[in-house]
């Protein structure tokens, strides 16, 4: 079963950037879809962006649209979150889920990794 570790997270001043990692282990990501999650302090957690097996992006949150973006190598098994232009309401914990396609409701995912923090403060 693929498991998946979230990285590079930390504290970045407003218009920064960071890449975040989503990396596997116990299997190939090559044919799964990746998605990124987030959930900010009080607030429900949310889909962010998604890549498909095939390289094609899904953007579920219009207000990373501009700044994020995804891409994978799959030599490494590791999917990234560029996050550029950051601002302080993207503060969030991030999480990165598999599934055979894009899906970006919580009732597809069972289990979630401990995140990687992202906060945004000057």
């Known amino acids: 079963q693929v498991q998946l570790v979230e990285s590079g997270g930390g504290l970045v001043q407003p218009g920064g950037s960071l890449r975040l990692s989503c990396t596997a282990s116990?299997?190939?990501?090559?044919?799964?879809?990746i998605g990124w999650f987030r959930q900010a302090p009080g607030k429900e957690r949310e889909a962010v962006l998604c890549?498909?097996?095939?390289?094609?992006?899904?953007y579920y949150a219009d207000s990373v649209k501009g700044r994020f973006t995804i891409s994978r190598d799959n030599a490494k098994n590791t999917v990234y979150l560029q996050m550029n232009s950051l601002k302080p309401e993207d503060t969030a914990v991030y999480y990165c889920?598999?599934?055979?396609?894009?899906?970006?409701?919580?009732?597809?995912?069972?289990?979630w990794g401990q995140g990687t923090q992202v906060t945004v403060s000057s």
């Open positions: 890549i498909s097996d095939s390289d094609e992006s899904t």
């Open positions: 116990g299997g190939t990501l090559d044919y799964f879809a």
């Open positions: 889920q598999a599934h055979e396609i894009c899906l970006g409701g919580l009732q597809w995912y069972d289990s």
